[in-house]
């Protein structure tokens, strides 16, 4: 049987410098490519906007990919502040977050805003990676369920006239928020149980034609990682705290072959 690959989404928020980001990849690059070789897992790194730049120019001809940590819900125009869809796509992001749990509440964003922004990454290019999950850690999964169904509720509306040669590929990233940056993670036979209910629910709430991936994020450590990646739906991972320490990213990429 083939080996599956696992994409690693290394979400480094605001926690990294300028200059703490480009240490990270200066010192860093080489190894991540010989690990990228040598597992067939893909890193994507998801620097803060200013520094998309300067990532995207020293991970160019590598096989590292770049994402973004959010884009505006507006296409171009006056909306000081906001930066667009399209300039992070042509500054060569393949990838943006949306809807991170720290956006939800620190920002306000709303479902609707997410949704839009998953339409402007598609348009321009990028793979959406959409962040869903529970506030409350109540293990209850039906109760979970209704709460991911209603945050993929408005995802239609905004992507259904997208034509067929937009992007078509929409990462949904499992995120309980009691999870996020606490060291908790989730039971596995709950996990399990979300990943199974995830897939019809994500199947009525994006039209045909769509390829979704899925990816589970919070507290995810070189300890733990094993006991999640034989949940078949499971695509990659997102990763916070970990990310930020590379030896700990490369042992858990390490150990995922
Ligand atoms: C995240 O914020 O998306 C995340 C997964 O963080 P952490 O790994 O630190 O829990």
Redesign the pocket.
């Given at each position: 049987m083939n080996k599956k690959s696992f994409l690693f989404v290394a979400?480094w928020?605001m926690v990294l410098t300028a200059q703490q980001s480009m240490n990270y990849c200066q010192e860093h690059i080489s190894d991540m490519t010989k690990l990228s070789e040598a597992t067939g897992n893909s890193i994507v790194l998801c620097p803060s906007f200013p520094m998309i730049g300067a990532v995207n120019y020293l991970t160019i001809d590598t096989p590292i990919t770049l994402g973004a940590q959010s884009c505006s819900s507006f296409a171009p125009g006056a909306y000081t502040g906001e930066v667009s869809a399209i300039s992070l796509a042509e500054f060569g992001c393949k990838y943006c977050?949306v809807g991170?749990?720290?956006r939800r509440h620190y920002c306000h964003e709303t479902d609707e805003d997410i949704a839009r922004k998953v339409r402007h990454c598609l348009l321009a290019g990028m793979a959406p990676i959409l962040?869903i999950g529970e506030v409350e850690d109540e293990a209850i999964v039906i109760k979970t369920a209704s709460i991911l169904d209603e945050q993929l509720s408005l995802l239609s509306d905004y992507v259904i006239d997208l034509g067929i040669n937009e992007t078509r590929t929409i990462w949904i990233?499992y995120?309980p928020v009691w999870?996020?940056?606490?060291g908790r993670l989730p039971d596995s036979h709950y996990l399990h149980e979300i990943y199974d209910m995830l897939e019809p629910i994500v199947s009525k709430r994006v039209p045909q034609g769509f390829t979704i991936r899925y990816l589970y994020?919070?507290?995810?450590t070189e300890e733990n990682i094993e006991s999640i990646t034989n949940i078949g739906t499971i695509d990659g991972?997102?990763?916070?705290?970990?990310?930020l320490d590379f030896q700990k990213f490369k042992n858990m990429i390490s150990l995922c072959v």
């Open positions: 979400n928020k977050i991170h749990s720290e962040c990233a995120e999870a996020i940056g606490t994020g919070g507290s995810l991972f997102l990763v916070g705290g970990s990310s």
